[in-house]
């Protein structure tokens, strides 16, 4: 014999154990332990055929040199294989439903092309031949096998290091465990020992450390609980921001609302010190004209469409859009954190802009009466009356403006 096939043989007996086993002991039928499944008997069919092909390649006077081409071929395709599952494994089972896995795809598409090179070799002889006198010869890109099957687990090896703040000290040991006992045969074989059949055996070993850790029925319970609890997490902050939206934002314009505009008041009437010191702050009164006038000659739609070309004009204009709100009706302020005053009346102006140009582009009057007030010493209180006379202040000068619909600009 060429090789020495006593740690494969022995490695496939274990392995037909550890099969056995798990079907009796662990009855489960879930994804994860369907996949140790495949995996234990795609590591069996790999293991007949590396032992097959040791006698073939050893006994190549009896074996015709077609037989030693199919059966070593199909060892090499089922060992790439092998590596993949073994990947998917460290993917699926040992790191979480909610973390990364960056090369599914990536791998997949290498399984495809290698199997399909191995196929291949069959015709062209790039991994291995066998010469006239049936002698096993490698090809130029013998190696290549090798380093795509290391490349699968090292994959798997950078997801868990990718995903290695969400595993816990368990999944990490299992991992490195799994990883080392399949690298390090497949590196000693090559290197060392070329006619000792070791690779399988360490895959024998790998499934043994999982059977009595991953695969055991209280570490799939914890695990589905997990993700169970994961999934409940992400639910309920989903349910979170949902109703935080819908109590503190405005259906209609999709501004904040009047429990956001009270909430910063009392906020700011807490820390009010504090930011005055560090941050400037302005505050923007606006209220649309003429709404009264809007719904009664010619409908609600009308007026509700001019509230919301207001609200549109207001988030087109002011950088602040988490303190932009609809405080009433018609009703809207501006509450800016830290802009300049030469910042702000700039962005004041284009907001007067804006407001006369759609004044000009929709078929029913449009108009908005607004003053904005830097915060001085004053309380915020008192700071939001001053702002609110200015603010109606202005209203009034609109009136002399549009005489005939002064009884209905509110």
């Known amino acids: 014999m060429i090789y020495n096939v006593d740690y494969e043989i022995a490695a496939q007996i274990f392995v037909l154990f550890i099969f056995v086993y798990s079907c009796i002991e662990y009855p489960m039928r879930n994804r994860k ?12 069919v790999t293991q007949s055929f590396d032992i097959l092909s040791a006698y073939t390649i050893s006994y190549n006077h009896i ?14 395709f089922f060992g790439t294989l092998l590596c993949y599952m073994l990947g998917a494994y460290i993917d699926y089972h040992i ?10 795809k990536t791998k997949l598409i290498i399984l495809i092309i290698e199997e399909t090179a191995i196929i291949a070799n069959v015709f062209f002889g790039f991994f291995f031949y066998f010469t006239e006198d049936n002698t096993y010869t490698h090809g130029d890109c013998f190696y290549v096998m090798h ?64 059977l009595f850790s991953l695969e055991t029925p209280d570490y799939v319970k ?25 109590a503190h934002f405005d259906q209609m314009t999709e501004l904040l609302n009047r429990t956001a505009y009270e909430e910063k008041i009392t906020d700011l009437k807490t820390n009010m010190e504090k930011i005055r ?13 003429f709404l009264k006038y809007l719904n009664d000659n010619l409908g609600h739609n009308t007026g509700d469409e001019a509230i919301k070309n207001v609200a549109l004009i207001i988030k087109e204009t002011f950088s602040d859009k988490e303190n932009c709100y609809r405080i009433g009706g018609d009703e809207f302020c501006i509450i800016s954190i830290g802009n300049d005053k030469t910042e702000f009346e700039t962005m004041y102006q284009k907001f007067i802009d804006k407001v006369e140009e759609k004044n000009r582009e929709v078929d029913y009057p449009f108009s908005v ?41 509110r």
């Open 369 to 409: 009466a607004s003053a904005y007030y830097i915060v001085q010493d004053e309380s915020i209180d008192d700071a939001m009356q001053i702002v609110d006379n200015m603010m109606y202040e202005n209203k009034e000068e609109i009136k002399k403006d549009h005489p005939l619909l002064a009884r209905d600009i």
């Open 277 to 289: 010191e560090e941050k400037k702050i302005i505050i923007l009164m606006a209220d649309l004209n």
């Open 95 to 104: 790191i979480p439903e909610n973390g990364k896995k960056p090369f599914l």
């Open 63 to 76: 074996f015709p040199r077609i037989s030693n081409i199919l059966v070593n071929t199909a060892y090499f």
């Open 222 to 246: 914890l695990q589905t609980t997990l993700e169970e609890l994961e999934t409940t997490k992400s639910e309920l902050e989903k349910l979170n921001i949902k109703y935080f939206e819908l």
């Open 33 to 44: 332990n369907m996949l140790f499944r495949i995996m234990s008997i795609i590591l069996i």
């Open 147 to 210: 380093f795509v099957s290391i490349l699968f687990i090292v994959m798997a090896g950078i997801s868990m290091f990718i995903n290695i703040k969400i595993l816990g000290k368990a999944q990490i040991l299992y991992g490195t465990i799994i990883i080392l006992l399949y690298i390090l045969p497949i590196v000693l074989q090559v290197l060392f020992f070329k006619n000792v059949l070791i690779i399988m055996f360490g895959a024998s070993l790998i499934m043994l450390v999982t």
